[in-house]
């Protein structure tokens, strides 16, 4: 059954727009909050597969600005308050930034849903969905695992693999993460099953490691420095090229198997990371979700 094609879902672009819009509707309400131009927005397959899971359900995407607090904050006081929003689901580049961490106390964030008693509460579904996916594929126990780009995404999924035992985790980024591996190195040391390394560093090129890599690119785009790693390691034993990125074919996943990586996209991850949510609210709504299955091919066909 298709209800998008029934409804006009604008993108939402002011306070006064979101407002406007759940005066004259009676859906309940997902928030689905991100930075994208309208090229962007209309190549959004979340929108689509989102939007057609119950009638009395709409993911509304709403357009913020990276770094535009005082509208997020706006935002979010006004999904606090009005009952026909049951949750907020993030999308780069505010997922688990600096303001959310602030306002839920230094929680990852991709995701808030409201609790019996109406209020907003926070919930990391990257990290886990990420983690449940990429063990039905492979195992990271003796890997060198690169995370370049570690911001919303890929902060989460860090954490989560760090308890997978890699023999290093590598945290690429052009901002110091310094302080996240020696947090994350001092959380080895409290689990006795775990011997795992972490280093940061700003720029792949500066990484010397051979055979068993798993790169994960959480940044959503292709690089030059990343075809140049790709290329410069190739038909080693053992290369993993995860794109974080939605789609079922990107080129860059397509040529690095060719290069000898095993390739994957964020498909399986993301079909896993919004069932958490569509489970979360049909819970909500006091509905039977519709098994993963059904979904996982709900998103295959809107991707």
């Known amino acids: 059954m298709s209800f998008i094609?029934?409804?006009?879902?604008?993108?939402?672009?002011?306070?006064?727009?979101?407002?406007?819009?759940?005066?004259?509707?009676?859906?309940?309400?997902?928030l689905y909050i991100a930075d994208k131009d309208?090229?962007?927005?209309?190549?959004?397959?979340?929108?689509?597969?989102?939007?057609?899971?119950?009638?009395?359900?709409?993911?509304?995407?709403?357009?913020?600005?990276?770094?535009?607090?005082?509208?997020l904050h706006l935002?979010?006081?006004?999904?606090e308050k009005e009952k026909k929003i049951i949750a907020v689901n993030f999308a780069r580049p505010h997922k688990s930034c600096l303001l959310l961490k602030r306002r839920y106390r230094n929680e990852l964030v991709d995701t808030l849903m409201k609790d019996?008693?109406?209020?907003?509460?926070?919930?990391?579904?990257?990290?886990?969905?990420?983690?449940?996916?990429?063990?039905?594929?492979?195992?990271?126990?003796?890997?060198?695992?690169?995370?370049?780009g570690v911001g919303g995404e890929g902060e989460p999924i860090a954490r989560h693999i760090l308890e997978k035992s890699p023999e290093n985790i590598i945290l690429v980024d052009l901002i110091d993460k310094a302080e996240l591996s020696i947090e994350l190195n001092n959380e080895v040391l409290t689990k006795k099953s775990v011997?795992?390394?972490?280093?940061?560093?700003?720029?792949?090129?500066?990484?010397?490691?051979q055979g068993n890599i798993?790169?994960?690119?959480?940044?959503?785009?292709?690089?030059?420095?990343?075809e140049s790693f790709l290329k410069t390691h190739s038909y080693q034993e053992g290369n993993i090229y995860i794109d974080l990125r939605p789609n079922l074919s990107i080129s860059l996943v397509n040529e690095a198997s060719k290069l000898g990586?095993?390739?994957?996209?964020?498909?399986?991850?993301?079909?896993?990371?919004?069932?958490?949510?569509?489970a979360g609210i049909c819970?909500?709504?006091?509905?039977?979700?519709?098994?993963?299955?059904?979904f996982k091919r709900l998103v295959s066909e809107s991707s």
């Open 214 to 226: 798993i790169l994960i690119n959480c940044i959503g785009k292709d690089t030059p420095s990343i």
């Open 195 to 209: 011997t795992t390394t972490v280093y940061s560093c700003k720029s792949l090129d500066q990484i010397e490691v």
């Open 116 to 148: 019996n008693n109406g209020r907003l509460v926070p919930y990391d579904h990257n990290g886990p969905a990420f983690i449940s996916w990429a063990l039905e594929n492979f195992t990271f126990k003796g890997r060198s695992v690169i995370i370049f």
């Open 261 to 278: 990586w095993k390739g994957y996209t964020g498909y399986g991850m993301i079909a896993r990371n919004n069932y958490l949510l569509l």
């Open 38 to 71: 309208d090229n962007g927005w209309e190549k959004s397959t979340s929108k689509k597969y989102m939007n057609n899971i119950s009638e009395k359900f709409v993911y509304l995407p709403v357009n913020i600005k990276k770094l535009d607090n005082k509208n």
């Open 283 to 294: 819970k909500l709504l006091n509905m039977q979700a519709m098994p993963f299955l059904d």
């Open 5 to 30: 094609e029934d409804r006009d879902i604008p993108t939402i672009r002011s306070l006064k727009e979101l407002e406007k819009y759940v005066s004259k509707h009676w859906y309940h309400i997902c």
């Open 75 to 79: 935002f979010l006081d006004f999904a």
